[in-house]
């Protein structure tokens, strides 16, 4: 079983930055690949970032070049900057698990860019 912990969202100024943390704790050791993914008000669900355990790494179209994902032991991080109201959702982490099909979800974390 693993349990998905998400930090740092909060309110910034349109053009700021900002750092998400997402640690992982239980059964970490069979996690595989990590991403991130986002949902504003009326809006579906988006895929934002993946990293996989060899650190190769995937960004949505409308946050690339400005959002960086990373990973350290358990815990994946995502460097937002130049931030946008657009950018404005709540943030979820997910983990796979290798030999499974099975993910795990975290509680999400709220990310405000005021204009």
């Known amino acids: 079983q693993v349990q998905l912990v998400e930090s740092g969202g909060g309110l910034v100024q349109a053009g700021g930055s900002l750092r998400l943390s997402c640690a992982a704790s239980g059964s970490s050791f069979r996690i595989n690949a990590m991403a991130w993914s986002r949902q504003a008000p009326g809006k579906q669900r988006e895929f934002v970032a993946r990293i996989d355990s060899d650190s190769s790494t995937n960004v949505a179209d409308s946050v690339k070049g400005r959002f960086t994902i990373s990973r350290a032991k358990n815990t994946v991080y995502l460097q937002m900057n130049s931030l946008k109201p657009e950018d404005t959702a709540v943030y979820y982490c997910?983990?796979?698990?290798?030999?499974?099909?099975?993910?795990?979800w975290g509680q999400g974390t709220q990310v405000t860019v005021s204009s």
């Open positions: 997910a983990a796979a698990i290798r030999y499974t099909t099975i993910n795990y």
